[in-house]
């Protein structure tokens, strides 16, 4: 009796001159890098790919590819079925994962697949026609790491198992006449989107920039602040989950409809409206909808003294609240009708600091301390306009605009005074708290003004992510992951939020959510060079270094050769076995260094990276003296990882405070 053939094999549909023809699933696998490694490397390029070789035929047996050839560092697979191609590659990419958790980053192997189902031609042993040419090309779409496939096999898979796969469009592919449509495989470790369902989606409310329609342009300031003063009265609505300032505003004047925006935003209700301020009256005119079904849930004009202004906030987000059906308990009730300051002269003041300071530049933030100032002239018990000051000196410090012993000092005396007028304010002790850290290394401190915050406000996005860098410093990183993606979910598209989120991302392996992040801030601003830095970690961590070096060429271009960036450039050609360019970085260093301040942090990172223990060490022990940026996280950052077991690391840890 012959062997009872698995009926997904029968798929043999007839015969060509060149031999047979058959529908089947093909697979190309490649390896990231591999030339660039040969080059570099013979022997350790050769030595993985026996390895990536060994590892990856049983995994193709199992679930019945058979291995049509290899060429070079990639691997052609055919199957009969689409469900066990997909299936393979997964456990593949799960294999090639857990491999790689136990190497060194020069010893890590990174592959891209791609599959595609339609006829190919059997020929002694090979295969040919468009299915293969199309797998080989979708392959290259692939992120390293990763698994894309066509429409062809995520519809014979859909219903078939628990693969989830995300649409990443059309794409034109080499030699292939017409768009192919091309899905990214979700790999079991990755965080899969939440499901939107009607419980929680409408709770998710999007504030959208208030338009202005004064008779004066020079009041768009007044728009702005109230879009601001807005989210901050909604937000304290218990039950309710508001996106944040920095989100919202990147659709002012983007022209997208609420439905777009919604989508983008993952939020289940859009409140909007406009405002007209001439003279002494006021009118502001806003709408809340309902975007699962386009229905208008509630809507009001308000005609109004600007002496009113804060009875107008409070009315809303009441209103807000009643249409949402969510229950206003007394306490945040209380929040939101308490009044910031009995001088309508000292909020539009204060209002003109918060266009100014949404601006995030120098001119900006210097512009906003001086209307805050103003405001405190006419009303001196203003904490808002104290907590504004606080905020404007801090980021002037951490960005290197101001000395750390001037603006954190300064800002910490403003912080103070404003929870000393009003011991509620959320804003003011997540500022207090960033500075306690970042510049008095006092990290129990800092985590209970971050406590008080959240106490305050849950829903205050900055804090979210203040509160997950600090919980990622001192070591706790499964509660930062927690903490970074609710501020994820607050303020989606903050570049501060995802920047601390590649950090948190790659502090605990997980590369590819840390290339999202930095992904999403370069689609914000492709000239942020902290989202280059990231990835450029992300790159190293992979061992892609030549990748990584150019990111962080780019990032110098950018950055106009800042020191930390050019101390991770130095750090890459050290790693990739680069050192002459190493120690020319270092060279250029100590040139700059006699024209302008250059972070002994930069120092350490090429230290580190050849090798030099002892020295990396000793410009980190100088950085501490400085009080310089970027060393709160040594204890957790993977690009220290080859100092910890050293004594002096291990007493500067001691020094900060973070051993504990």
Not at 81 to 93: I, K
Not at 550 to 570: F, Q, Y
Request: some cysteine; overall charge negative.
């Amino acid at each position: 009796m012959g062997t009872k053939q698995r009926p997904a094999h029968r798929i043999l549909h007839g015969k060509t001159k060149g031999g047979e023809r058959r529908l089947s699933a093909i697979m190309f696998t490649d390896v990231v890098g591999y030339t660039s490694l040969t080059q570099k490397n013979e022997a350790l390029a050769l030595k993985l790919l026996q390895d990536h070789e060994r590892l990856l035929r049983p995994i193709f047996r199992k679930h019945h590819g058979r291995e049509v050839k290899t060429i070079g560092d990639s691997f052609l697979v055919e199957f009969a079925s689409a469900l066990e191609a997909v299936e393979c590659a997964n456990e593949v990419q799960n294999s090639m994962r857990e491999l790689n958790s136990t190497l060194k980053p020069e010893g890590r192997i990174l592959l891209r697949i791609g599959i595609h189902v339609g006829d190919v031609v059997h020929s002694r042993g090979d295969v040919y026609g468009d299915a293969v040419n199309v797998a080989s090309r979708i392959e290259s779409l692939a992120e390293p790491g990763c698994i894309c496939i066509s429409q062809q096999v995520y519809d014979h898979v859909r219903d078939k198992s628990d693969v989830s796969a995300v649409y990443i469009g059309k794409q034109l592919l080499k030699n292939v006449d017409l768009p192919v449509d091309t899905y990214r495989v979700v790999l079991p470790w990755e965080e899969k989107p939440p499901p939107v369902t009607p419980a929680t989606s409408s709770h998710r409310v999007a504030i959208l920039p208030l338009v202005n329609i004064s008779p004066d342009p020079n009041d768009e300031y007044f728009s702005d602040g109230m879009t601001e003063e807005l989210i901050s009265a909604v937000s304290k609505v218990g039950d309710l989950r508001v996106i944040s300032r920095t989100s919202v505003m990147k659709y002012k004047g983007a022209g997208k409809t609420v439905g777009e925006i919604a989508r983008e935003l993952n939020v289940g209700a859009v409140l909007e409206g406009s405002v007209r301020k001439a003279g002494a009256r006021l009118r502001i005119t806003m709408q809340l909808i309902d975007v699962r079904n386009d229905e208008h849930l509630w809507s009001q004009s308000y005609d109004r003294n600007l002496d009113d202004v804060f009875e107008i906030q409070s009315d809303i987000a009441k209103r807000v609240a009643e249409a949402l059906e969510v229950h206003l308990l007394a306490k945040d009730r209380q929040r939101i009708e308490k009044k910031a300051t009995e001088s309508i002269e000292a909020y539009t003041l204060y209002l003109k600091g918060l266009h100014y300071r949404g601006e995030r530049t120098e001119e900006g933030l210097r512009k906003a301390i001086r209307y805050f100032e103003e405001a405190l002239l006419k009303d001196s018990r203003f904490a808002l306009a104290y907590q504004g000051m606080a905020d404007c000196y801090a980021q002037l410090a951490e960005d290197g605009l101001l000395p750390p012993n001037e603006g954190f000092p300064k800002a910490k005396v403003f912080a103070e005074k404003a929870l000393e007028l009003d011991a509620t304010m959320a804003a003011a002790h997540a500022t207090l708290g960033a500075i306690l850290e970042d510049y008095h290394w006092d990290f129990s401190s800092a985590e209970k003004e971050f406590e008080l915050a959240l106490a305050q406000n849950p829903n205050y996005g900055q804090v979210c992510h203040s509160y997950g860098a600090h919980l990622a410093c001192v070591g706790r990183l499964d509660e930062a992951v927690r903490e970074i993606r609710r501020a994820q979910e607050l303020n989606p598209l903050a570049l501060e939020v995802n920047d601390c989120a590649a950090v948190i991302f790659n502090c605990v392996n997980e590369y590819d959510k840390a290339l999202e992040s930095c992904k999403t801030m370069l689609r914000i601003d492709p000239n942020y060079f902290p989202a280059h830095q990231h990835l450029a970690e992300v790159y190293l961590h992979k061992a892609q270094f030549e990748d990584a070096i150019d990111v962080l060429k780019t990032a110098v271009e950018i950055s106009k050769g800042a020191s930390t960036v050019m101390g991770r450039l130095g750090y890459a050609y050290a790693v990739s076995g680069r050192s002459g360019e190493a120690r020319k970085i270092l060279a250029e260093l100590q040139e700059d260094s006699r024209q302008r301040y250059v972070s002994p942090v930069a120092f350490a990172l090429v230290h580190c990276g050849l090798g030099e223990k002892n020295e990396a060490i000793r410009w980190l022990e100088r950085a501490y003296e400085e009080k310089a940026g970027g060393i709160a996280s040594l204890k957790v950052r993977p690009i220290w990882s080859d100092l910890r077991s050293e004594p002096g690391f291990v007493k500067l840890l001691a020094q900060m405070g973070l051993t504990k």
